[in-house]
């Protein structure tokens, strides 16, 4: 399956006319937050699949020209703290990011992430007893502790990321939230995990269970279109 990522920064090369004709093979889109609803909506009118997404630390509401408040993008799919099956993939999510400033929306402290997991786990056991696996993707904002972090308190890792993919083992743990000059962006494996670190945009082609175990994963940020 054909996912394309996002995260963080507006593509020029997803905010264009020509969307539709060079990711119209795109299956599913997986935002990892901190982007403009309009820009998410945008590309779920424009590619019509499935769009699923988690906050970052900088998401807030947005006001209409109607005075309407928005707190999420429209046609789009919210799973922070929710797993949903998707095309056959089971798709779980913790948005946010570690605590840097009191009170803020979308911050958490190591327990308060936690506490996230554990709600998640009743499902995650049930999904390992009648499908044979917990989790296929989770989906994050933050990056797991010690892979693709960095070591200032507001861009520092998850530690309860790394007890995630001990104990649940998702094929994949994709996220956002750090810039490529922090870190090495390369995909990292932990366990049974791939990470994946996206900005801007990367397309994965992920293999369903019937495809066999080979993967490619094409770099978006800074390359010509033509090396997807």
């Known amino acids: 399956m054909k996912i394309l990522a996002l995260s963080d920064e507006v593509s020029p090369e997803i905010y264009s006319d020509s969307l539709d004709r060079v990711f119209g093979d795109v299956e599913l889109v ?9 820009y998410l909506e945008y590309v779920v009118s424009i590619l019509n699949v499935p769009l699923l997404y988690v906050h970052g630390n900088h998401d807030q509401g947005v006001l209409t020209s109607s005075g309407e408040i928005l707190v999420q993008p429209r046609g789009c799919v919210d799973v922070g703290g929710r797993i949903v099956q998707v095309k056959g993939l089971l798709i779980g999510g913790l948005d946010g990011c570690l605590r840097y400033r009191p009170g803020a929306a979308y911050q958490y402290s190591e327990w ?6 554990f709600k998640m786990a009743p499902r995650l ?51 956002g939230h750090t810039h490529p000059r922090m870190t090495d962006p390369r995909p990292r494996r932990y366990g049974d995990t791939e990470v994946i670190h996206v900005y801007g945009y990367k397309v994965l082609d992920i293999p369903t269970e019937t495809e066999g175990r080979g993967r490619r994963i094409a770099q978006g940020v800074g390359l010509p279109v033509g090396l997807r």
Do not use: V
Not at 112 to 117: G, N, V
């Open 30 to 38: 997986l935002s990892c937050g901190d982007l403009p609803f309009d």
């Open 112 to 117: 308060e992430m936690r506490l996230k997991i």
């Open 125 to 175: 056991w049930r999904n390992r007893l009648t499908k044979g696996r917990a989790l296929d993707i989770l989906l994050t904002h933050a990056p797991p502790y010690g892979i693709h972090d960095a070591q200032d308190q507001a861009h520092r890792g998850f530690r309860s990321f790394l007890w995630f993919m001990e104990r649940y083992r998702p094929k994949y743990l994709i996220h």
